[in-house]
């Protein structure tokens, strides 16, 4: 607890406080417009951090990051289109509260779930941190592969209609994320001999046109004109019974976000997946799913937010980078002449304890900033339809184009936008897509991996605790859905 | 509407039918050490067997209640996706030759019959509008937009 003190004393330093708040404010409107991205704003800001001490660059960077997590979340209710890939499972419920007059209370659960998270991170930080990253250490190819294969799996939860067609949508998901340089190899799939495809597809112009395009296709596709108070607004806050809901849901979403932010790759993405997927699963009324549910926000978004901390963990224990933008933060920590690992706790304290320290700080005034604001944010929801759709177009492309400065991502983006119309009216939902885009390249790697390792062996996913455990849980989740169909068909045969 | 997920099953199963193609011109690799195409290959026939499931499940379905398939939406508002659409296009095409200004404002104006406005508030509003993403964009936000026909 005293390094906890010296992290706070640290963070009251009238540098350190200033650098948080501009780094939240700063990430947050990065989050909200899509494709300018927390790893675009971060790396644009790291020069400026060469002329501040680490502790401020650092807690600066830091703050970027969390605050685009918000950021994308306040997009992802009102708009349906998610400002950061974390954000994506956001749009499902999220959206459907704000169509119902909900926007409020979606965006303050999203922001209390955030900050309570972010709390019980904190202590999870001080009293975890070691032996946690002992456990990610365990992990090779084989536990990987299963934990990613149990994540996809997962998404049978996220279908709010077909099974079957999550499926299909998951696996065309995994497809995509063929397309590019495979990892291993080095070898060019499906990009057509472009060079822009050479990447793969980005995920970025991808989810804006799957949500974002294709939303505004489905709502022009209705007309303008809009039945009773459907977008009316209705109360700000949270009741009491979205409380009852949500509070179980947060603290779930926290220690899932926490758990899975440590390994390296799956991180806040798929935190935030998992968290939705069993938020659905424990619901007494799965049917409200997709439908408005505050569980549906309060458990991913927890989840996000949990994850952006547990990545810290690898990163200032180990100095291994979970994702991308710890990969610049630890960029960044190099660039400072520090070097994080097991000995960056006893050689610079002020470092590992103010950012932890920062951390909580970052989400009290997120909390503090975001609560006033909400009632600004849901007036966007009463601007007229045909002012705003214009004007989310507009943010989509310039957002897309942002990105490599090329029109590339931009027609990617309007392809996914008609094929996202397409699936929605076909019943083929996004969701499952974007978590198996997103997840498909670990799980193609670490399968690869594995094979190579055992010479073709497929006995390899069975060796370890850790791969059965995950390999029982996806059985026993498909079996799960297979059942109830098989009981249904033996009713049927014993009637006949 | 059994008719058109038979449809979209068998448009899956022929976009599965040209990757798996494709997936085969790639080296497979051995057991021991697989290749860059099995993944994919795998892939396309798991989608193949699902949509196949898919078209099977909806045929059956068909045959039991003996619904034609008679699809009952009426197609009012489809013009404006494939307008929009079109427009979207059109817009990222002319984005670079003649500048993100010049564009956006042609293309907002162009979703007038869209928007069903008069002519004064949509031309206002489209020069308006173009001219403060360019701004802000541009020299706020320092995001590289084409200058077009503004280039020096």
């Not at chain 1, 209370?105 to 999870?124: C, E, H, N, V």
């Not at chain 1, 939303?215 to 009852?244: C, H, Y």
């Not at chain 1, 926290?254 to 758990?259: R, W, Y």
Request: charged content about 10%.
């Amino acid at each position: 607890m005293n390094d906890l003190f010296l992290g706070f004393s640290v963070v009251f330093q009238p540098s350190n406080f200033l650098a948080c708040l501009i780094g939240i404010v700063i990430g947050q409107i990065v989050g909200i417009l899509p494709g300018l991205g927390s790893v675009g704003a971060m790396s644009l800001l790291l020069p400026i951090t060469f002329y501040v001490d680490p502790t401020t660059a650092i807690i600066m960077l830091a703050g970027i990051y969390y605050g685009a997590q918000y950021g994308g979340t306040i997009t992802s209710v009102l708009l349906n289109i998610p400002g950061e890939a974390t954000t994506v499972i956001t749009c499902v419920d999220g959206n459907q509260m704000a169509k119902q007059g909900r926007a409020g209370p979606a965006l303050a659960i999203a922001a209390f779930g955030s900050f309570i998270a972010g709390t019980l991170g904190i202590f999870g930080l001080i009293l975890l941190s070691k032996p946690l990253s002992q456990f990610g250490l365990r992990f090779g190819a084989p536990e990987y592969f299963s934990l990613v294969f149990m994540g996809i799996m997962l998404c049978i939860y996220l279908a709010s209609g077909s099974i079957l067609k999550a499926l299909i949508s998951a696996f065309l998901g995994l497809w995509v994320s063929c397309i590019g340089i495979e990892v291993l190899s080095s070898t060019p799939r499906f990009n057509f001999g472009t060079v822009t495809l050479m990447d793969g597809v980005g995920i970025v112009p991808m989810c804006m046109g799957l949500f974002g395009i294709a939303e505004v296709l489905i709502n022009i596709k209705q007309g303008f004109e809009r039945k009773g108070s459907v977008m009316a607004v209705g109360k700000l806050m949270p009741t009491r019974k979205d409380w009852r809901d949500s509070i179980g849901a947060i603290l779930r979403g926290t220690g899932i976000g926490f758990f899975l932010g440590i390994l390296p790759g799956g991180g806040a993405i798929m935190a935030s997946f998992l968290s939705y997927g069993v938020e659905k699963r424990l619901s007494k009324h799965p049917e409200k799913f997709g439908r408005g549910a505050i569980e549906g926000v309060a458990g991913p978004e927890s989840a996000n937010n949990a994850g952006a901390q547990g990545n810290f963990i690898p990163l200032l224990n180990m100095g291994i980078p979970a994702n991308a933008v710890m990969a610049l933060m630890l960029g960044a920590l190099l660039i400072h002449g520090v070097r994080p690992g097991p000995f960056l706790i006893s050689q610079n304290p002020k470092i590992f304890w103010g950012v932890v320290a920062s951390m909580y700080i970052g989400n009290v005034i997120l909390l503090i900033m975001n609560i006033p604001l909400i009632s600004i944010w849901v007036r966007i929801l009463r601007v007229p339809y045909y002012i705003l759709f214009p004007l989310i177009l507009l943010f989509c492309v310039v957002g897309a184009y942002s990105i490599n400065t090329n029109v590339v991502d931009v027609y990617i983006m309007i392809v996914f936008g008609g094929l996202g119309y397409l699936a929605r009216k076909n019943g083929f939902e996004a969701a499952p897509f974007v978590l198996a885009y997103v997840l498909g390249p670990l799980l193609e790697e670490n399968f690869l991996m594995a094979l190579t390792e055992s010479r073709g062996n497929l006995a390899i996913f069975f060796r370890s605790s850790i791969s059965i455990a995950f390999l029982s849980v996806s059985f026993l989740l498909i079996i799960s859905v297979v059942f109830p169909f098989l009981k249904k068909k033996r009713k049927i045969f014993a009637q006949k | 509407m059994a008719r058109k997920e038979c449809l979209a099953g068998l448009l899956i199963i022929i976009f599965c039918g040209v990757t798996t193609y494709l997936a085969i011109q790639l080296p497979m690799g051995s057991a021991a050490k697989p290749g860059p195409g099995i993944f994919p290959l795998l892939l396309g026939l798991v989608i193949g067997s699902l949509s196949l499931l898919l078209i099977l499940k909806n045929l059956r379905s068909q045959t039991k209640l003996g619904d034609r398939g008679i699809d009952k939406e009426v197609p009012t508002g489809k013009w404006r996706v494939v307008y929009l659409l079109g427009s979207l296009f059109l817009y990222v095409l002319l984005l670079q030759p003649i500048g993100f200004l010049v564009s956006t404002c042609i293309f907002l104006i162009g979703l007038k019959p869209i928007i069903q406005k008069s002519w004064v508030p949509v031309l206002l509003g489209s020069f308006f509008t173009s001219v403060v993403f360019f701004f802000f964009f541009n020299y706020l936000l320092k995001v590289q937009l084409p200058m077009g026909i503004f280039a020096k």
